[in-house]
Antibody, heavy 121, light 107 residues
Framework: EVQLVESGGGLVQPGGSLRLSCAAS????????MHWVRQATGKGLEWVSG???????YYPGSVKGRFTISRENAKNSLYLQMNSLRAGDTAVYYC???????????????WGQGTTVTVSS | DIQMTQSPSSLSASVGDRVTITCQAS??????LNWYQQKPGKAPKLLIY???NLETGVPSRFSGSGSGTDFTFTISSLQPEDIATYYC?????????FGQGTRLEIK
């Protein structure tokens, strides 16, 4: 079964750091681009980072310089290091796989169940 | 960044109704547009990719169309299990962005 399982969420003070993990199974992890997407309570989806198969990384302006995405293919794992956390970073964080067809990348076709990050004093 | 404007933000319809949601991109994104369904407390689910292609296993009552800047998502005959929030998402560049979402309710 193709599966993604996030972990590492929790309560952290403003200015603190947290590292999220995403364990992949059921597919060849190294062959896929991976992403992190977050969702604050009652709000919409916000993309927060992506990493290609070659290790190239991408971030929106809202987290660039504070968040670092990485992958460890030997462990089928994706990570998100979050530093200088703010109250506005409070959300459920999902990892997601970017699917492919013969025509190229399509959508985020596999998602984890999410892990909750709360930034509060 | 490419902005995605989705409308309406909420929608109430009856079982059997045809439902349409629109999404407009701030610049030409060709057909690099996906649609997702999210039920309360669950992760999003990919329904449509490349603007009009149905993801494997998704019922045929769901469809998508459009290219360039204007896109449409349609449910041909609303079913009770379709109650959810729907999001469009562009991937024209390496910085994907989502629309604000459309919350769909049963009338």
């Amino acid at each position: 079964e193709v599966q993604l399982v996030e972990s590492g969420g929790g309560l952290v003070q403003p200015g603190g750091s947290l590292r999220l993990s995403c364990a992949a199974s059921g597919f060849t992890f190294s062959n896929y681009d991976m992403h992190w997407v977050r969702q604050a309570t009652g709000k919409g989806l916000e993309w927060v980072s992506g990493i290609g198969t070659a290790g190239d990384t991408y971030y929106p302006g809202s987290v660039k310089g504070r968040f670092t995405i990485s992958r460890e293919n030997a462990k089928n794992s994706l990570y998100l290091q979050m530093n200088s956390l703010r109250a506005g970073d409070t959300a459920v964080y999902y990892c997601a796989r970017l699917g492919y067809t013969a025509m190229g990348p399509n959508g985020m076709d596999v998602w984890g169940q999410g892990t909750t990050v709360t930034v509060s004093s | 960044d490419i902005q995605m404007t989705q409308s309406p933000s909420s929608l109430s319809a009856s079982v059997g109704d045809r439902v349409t949601i629109t999404c407009q991109a701030s610049q030409d994104i060709s057909n690099y547009l996906n649609w997702y369904q999210q039920k309360p407390g669950k992760a999003p689910k990919l329904l449509i990719y490349d603007a009009s292609n149905l993801e494997t296993g998704v019922p045929s009552r769901f469809s998508g169309s459009g290219s360039g800047t204007d896109f449409t998502f349609t449910i041909s005959s609303l079913q009770p299990e379709d109650i959810a929030t729907y999001y469009c998402q562009q991937y024209d560049n390496l910085l994907p962005t989502f629309g604000q979402g459309t919350r769909l309710e049963i009338k």
